[in-house]
Nanobody, 118 residues
Framework: QVQLVESGGGLVQAGGSLRLSCAAS????????MGWFRQAPGKEREFLAS????????SYVNSVKGRFTISRDNAKNTVYLQMNSLKTEDTAVYYC???????????WGQGTQVTVSS
């Protein structure tokens, strides 16, 4: 089992940057593909990015490609989301998740709020 705790959210002006962290418990963290999602008020949860267990493979949704970067440090049991050039439409609760295989996002954090002001 994996427990996930996000941090790093907050209020930032449009054009600014934030780095989210997701700390995982459990000795098997390095075996999981990890992902970041977000959910804005009144909208469905949206996939943003994923990273393979080794960090060698990443994928992004088009809306954040070139602005957001996912990375991981298996020695620290942590996955990151560097967010640059933030837009007001990036305002949402951001979640990290662990994939148990086949896009089965089994474990979720509690979320961290990101608010981008104009």
């Amino acid at each position: 089992q994996v427990q996930l705790v996000e941090s790093g959210g907050g209020l930032v002006q449009a054009g600014g940057s934030l780095r989210l962290s997701c700390a995982a418990s459990g000795r098997t963290f390095s075996s999981y593909r990890m992902g970041w999602f977000r959910q804005a008020p009144g909208k469905e949860r949206e996939f943003l990015a994923s990273i393979s267990w080794s960090g060698g493979s990443t994928s992004y949704v088009n809306s954040v490609k070139g602005r957001f970067t996912i990375s991981r440090d298996n020695a620290k049991n942590t996955v990151y989301l560097q967010m640059n050039s933030l837009k007001t439409e990036d305002t949402a609760v951001y979640y990290c998740a662990a994939d148990s295989g086949g896009n089965h996002w089994l474990y979720w954090g509690q979320g961290t709020q990101v608010t981008v002001s104009s």
